[in-house]
């Protein structure tokens, strides 16, 4: 019963990071106003994919009192923090690189985290989370044609990533409390939405009346924030926050490869190593939940 249930975790945990790897890509399609806007883009993705989640969850179980939950508005909290910080990196860093920063910096934040729950991270964790760590920084580091760092970027990063590894922690209190993973990321999204509407009071939103503009948003909303965050919430209930976070490397995987192949950015040597290092995290992670007690 226990491998069955940390597979599912495992394959939960993958399927999030593949989806999650393709919010940056298709962000680039949104209208050119859309893309000068990344708090614009954030907001959308948050507001659409809440909206598809909680209007899921009211369907199958028909609770609307989930919003009410004080765990969900802090999930709201850290999911404003990541999607902000993430966007904003990701406009002065590129898409590759703002991913690599936010996933490596949440590791071993996600890790210490663990501990609060009684998920002490095992040896083999620590070690695997070194490898992604440091294939991260690999990954991240620039080429002869890619963004160089700046300050600016990885400040944002790191908030980006403190947010993700918070968001974690609070959606397994969600689940502990008895909300499905419907529930609980619809709650964190919808909050997380809420409290970005400030940030937005000089954007121009003109661009979601437009057929490119609605059809963009709906995709952000559904493919890299609506779905993943389900399966995110899947894998919290079944692998520790900490195994969760090191699988969840296939989403900076995901990343580099559509903007090597999509977007026109390129790889190096260097960041082929650091890739191969996050795929190696991967597999010592997911040997870990399978055998861990």
Not at 72 to 86: H, R, S, V
Request: hydrophobic fraction near 60%.
């Amino acid at each position: 019963m226990k491998s069955s249930s940390s597979v599912l975790g495992i394959g939960a945990m993958l399927a999030a990071g593949l989806f999650w790897g393709g919010s940056g890509t298709i962000s680039r399609f949104a209208p050119a106003a859309a893309l000068d806007q990344p708090l614009a883009l954030a907001w959308t993705r948050l507001f659409f994919g809440g909206v598809m989640l909680g209007a899921a969850a009211l369907a199958v179980r028909r609770r609307g009192v989930f919003l009410a939950a004080r765990a969900a508005f802090l999930a709201g909290i850290c999911t404003a923090m990541n999607q902000t910080g993430f966007f904003m990196s990701m406009d002065v860093l590129g898409v590759a690189l703002s991913t690599m920063l936010v996933i490596g910096s949440s590791l071993v934040m996600a890790g210490v985290l663990g501990c609060f729950l009684g998920e002490v991270p095992s040896r083999l964790w620590w070690f695997a989370a070194l490898l992604g760590i440091a294939g991260s920084c690999l990954a991240a580091a620039p080429g002869s044609a890619g963004a160089p760092f700046q300050l600016k970027g990885l400040l944002w990063g790191f908030l980006g990533g403190l947010g993700y590894a918070l968001l974690g922690l609070n959606l397994k209190l969600l689940g502990r409390r008895g909300l499905g993973p419907l529930e609980s990321n619809g709650a964190a999204l919808l909050w997380g939405a809420a409290l970005m509407l400030p940030l937005l009071w000089k954007s121009d939103m003109s661009w979601l009346a437009t057929a490119r503009g609605m059809a963009s948003a709906l995709a952000l909303g559904f493919f890299p924030t609506a779905v993943p965050y389900f399966f995110f919430a899947l894998a919290l209930a079944r692998i520790t926050v900490g195994q969760s976070y090191t699988i969840g490397l296939l989403e900076p995987l995901t990343a580099g490869l559509l903007g090597l192949f999509f977007l026109g950015e390129t790889v190096t040597a260097v960041q082929a190593a650091g890739m191969a290092l996050e795929f190696a995290c991967m597999a010592l992670t997911g040997w870990d939940a399978l055998h861990k007690r």
